[in-house]
Structure formats: C-alpha cells, structure tokens
C-alpha cells in the first residue's frame, strides 16, 4: 500500500512567511517534512541594476528560444526538482512541489519557460505578491536558457512596477548578473516597502506584463525579445 499524501503547505501561510522573509526547505526530495529558513544574508537582484553581457544580449536578439509564461509552471518545477551533478539531492520535495502547484492555481506563483520547438529547454519559478517577487528556482537543458529566462523576468517585473527581485540565496551565476548580497535585516526593510505596491500592479501581474508585452510589440512591429532589449538597454 502506498502511504498517504501529506497535506500541502496551506497557501496563506506560505503567503504570510514570504512576506515576513522566510520561506520553506526540504532535506531532500522524498523528505516527507520541510523547515523553514530565514538567512542571515540575502541575495537580491536589484531591477535597475540587472548585468546584460553583449553575449546574453545576443542570444535574446537572435530569438534563440521561444519564451511563455506560466504555461507549463508544473514542468518547470519538476525540472528544478531534478538531480543535478553539483546537487545531487534537491530541496524540492514531493510535499513542496504540490503546495507550489497550488500556490500557483491561486495565482501567486508563476514561471517563465524557454522552449526550443516543442522542447522545454529551460525556465524559473517563484511566488509574486505586491511588489515583490521571490526567485525559488530555475533550471537549464540548453546553453544560456536559464539566463534567458531571468532577463525576461527582470524586464516584465521592471513593466510591471515591481521593486524587488529576492534571489535568496547568491552564486557566482547570479552574482554575474548583478544580484548583490544584503543582511537579513536588510531585506526584510525592502521587503516592506515593496510589499505595499497596490492590487493589479507588481509582481502578482506578471502574466498580465507578459501578455501587455505581447500586444505593445505586435503594434510597434517588434518581436517581444526585440522591445525587451530595448527596455533594458535604454534604462541600464
């Protein structure tokens, strides 16, 4: 017989300990319990201070990858749950994994994804609220995918009048991006400020930013990753 589902993580009080700094962990996949964390440093990525290399701005130019929003938000997830060879065990749990899913069926959590043909290629996940939106994770089957990804996400956050992009915790790889390191405390005054940004604005509209995005370089005569590098490049 199979042992029964633990219940989710409730969906409020995930709410309410992202807007307090803290956020749920596991100790391995099938790890039935999850702790929850509240680091001394935080790494954030600050939206005016996001590192376009000529490189990256290249590959987004050349159109490289077909890039969605929440389309496949439980793909993406499952990916980023994946073992990899420098993380051979994952903190994504079978427990978190399904209280995100329904995190993200309420419509506070919510992926980008970059696809090559019918290939899922490479994507992030996070929880929006306000004017924040928390990085969870993010995976890559494909050179730059990943980064791809995060540079969408920078530019709709940045069009949709967000003011903090939390990274939890830094790597090499973010740090190249431009994510910074800030003290708890830190981060939890910028997490005030930036949760105050009213209902319909910020990060909870990420999908609406990615379909006004759409609409706004259909009439300019621009492909979405065109106009998004001209965001970028005209306000760095």
Known sequence: MHAPALPIIPSDLLLLAYRNGIFPMSDGRDDPEVFWVEPKHRAILPLDGFRLSRSLAKVVRKERFAVTCDAAFDQVIAECAEPRPDHPESWISARIMASYRALHGEGHAHSIECWQGDEL????????????????????????????????????????????????????????????EISQERYVALLGEAVGVGDGAGAASLPEAFGALEAEASGAGLSPAKLILQSLTHTS
């Open 121 to 180: 290629v490479g994507g992030l996940y996070g929880v929006g609220f306000g004017g924040v939106f928390c990085g969870e994770s993010m995976f890559s089957r494909a050179d730059n995918a990943s980064k791809v990804a995060l540079t969408w996400l920078v530019a709709l956050l940045r069009r949709a009048g967000a003011r903090l992009l939390d990274c939890q915790f830094m790597t090499e790889h973010l740090a190249s991006l431009g994510a910074v």
